[in-house]
């Protein structure tokens, strides 16, 4: 399968499912689909926001968290109007812990796509991160929840985690 999509974004890079599939089977630690992702990347550097997206997540999984930023910031700028690349701007700011940097892109995600219930719970946490009015945060927490109810279930975990967390230290 990898032979035969590696071939397909070779044909047709502009194919924005060819990459996702193609990512979704390329384990962290192949050093060849990462290779061939590195290679698309720099060959489309001004071309296809959907290589820089989906290179990202990989680089995500491997832990490369600042290489990963910046093919996100290369997605995005390629695709002004690429919501998920804005969101993972925004998540990885919030990773590390740059609350206003992570709510800047998150609300750029969602003004291109206003009914991104992850952008709206992650933009929540971010705005309560970073100490924001209560009735924001509500704002965008219920919003998400509206759109998509399951989100309270990651919700009651990350809650639980964190009462683990603060009792630890």
Do not use: C
Not at 64 to 85: P, S
Not at 132 to 155: I, N, W
């Amino acid at each position: 399968a990898a032979r035969e999509l590696r071939l397909s974004a070779r044909l047709d890079p502009a194919f924005p499912q060819t990459w996702y599939y193609l990512r979704t089977i390329t384990r962290p630690d192949d050093p060849e689909g990462l290779d061939f992702f590195h290679k698309a990347a720099v060959r489309n550097k001004k071309g296809n926001p959907h290589i820089h997206l989906n290179y990202g997540l990989l680089l995500l999984q491997r832990g490369r968290l600042e290489t990963a930023l910046k093919e996100f910031q290369t997605a995005a700028g390629l695709g002004a109007a690429y919501a998920e690349a804005h969101f993972e701007v925004g998540a990885v700011r919030y990773d590390q812990e740059r609350y206003d940097d992570a709510a800047d892109s998150l609300r750029k995600a969602l003004s291109i796509d206003p009914v991104y219930p992850e952008a709206q719970r992650l933009l929540a946490m971010a705005l309560a991160a970073a100490g924001k009015p209560a009735e924001e945060v509500e704002t965008y927490r219920k919003q998400a929840l509206d759109l998509k109810p399951e989100l309270s279930e990651t919700e009651d975990v990350l809650q639980i985690l964190s009462d683990r967390e603060k009792r630890q230290h």
